[in-house]
């Protein structure tokens, strides 16, 4: 396994506790994906989980952190998946899982930026899924409600003010792996408190080539 990310401090932490390798990465940097890493040290590339996320936190709009935002969450995943497509080609296919959350989903009143983008990240699944499908390579999105982790600090009052649940992370690595071992593309899976992890069901506009039916 290979953990990348750009807090190097954090980043050898996990390794330390789950093994494998840490390489420090930036998503926003197309060229610095570190994909030779997987590929030198373990011979291949199988599943790549494209999990960078940030946001605004709210507040006055920040023309700097806006970018930050958009690099981050939506830059990092089409240069994700550019980067790891030649190498599950190599191994004869494998699994892109891109983490999305809910606010790819509903609408995020209290940070509409961070909304739109992993919105974005939906479509950025959805949409080349079917393209890369006959390779063997798989393409979906993980979409979690709010889990403990440091991205919701500064949402806590508000998940409070909803009376939200928040995820253990263990449930969304439970999701994850259920996420892997399905054959679906361009899925997007939900992870909800008290609720089964599968697919949501997107309802599709009227079909433009279809007879409109006087009534």
Not at 55 to 84: C, H, I, K, S
Not at 105 to 115: N, Q, R
Request: with cysteine; net charge negative.
């Amino acid at each position: 396994m290979v953990v990348a990310d750009v807090g190097a401090v954090a980043g050898a932490a996990v390794v330390d506790g789950i093994g494998g390798l840490f390489v420090r990465c930036d998503v926003c940097d197309p060229d610095d994906s570190r994909v030779e890493a997987a590929v030198a040290d373990f011979g291949g590339l199988d599943i790549a989980c494209l999990n960078a996320g940030v946001v605004t936190g709210g507040g006055d709009f920040d023309v700097e952190r806006y970018r930050q935002v958009v690099t981050t969450n939506l830059d990092g995943v089409v240069y994700g998946v550019r980067a790891v497509l030649p190498a599950l080609r190599a191994r004869g296919g494998g699994s892109v899982v891109a983490m999305a959350g809910t606010a790819g989903l509903v609408p995020m009143p209290f940070d509409p930026v961070h909304g739109a983008t992993k919105a974005a990240v939906v479509n950025c699944v959805r949409s080349p899924a079917r393209l890369h499908a006959h390779e063997g390579i798989r393409i979906n999105a993980l979409c979690p409600g709010f889990a403990e982790t440091p991205v919701i600090d500064g949402f806590r009052g508000v998940i409070q003010d909803l009376a939200l649940p928040i995820l253990d992370v263990s449930e969304v690595v439970a999701a994850f792996e259920s996420v892997v071992a399905s054959t679906g593309t361009g899925e997007c899976w939900y992870v909800q408190s008290g609720w089964s992890s599968e697919p949501l069901l997107f309802a599709a506009p009227p079909d433009p080539r279809a007879p409109v039916v006087a009534s």
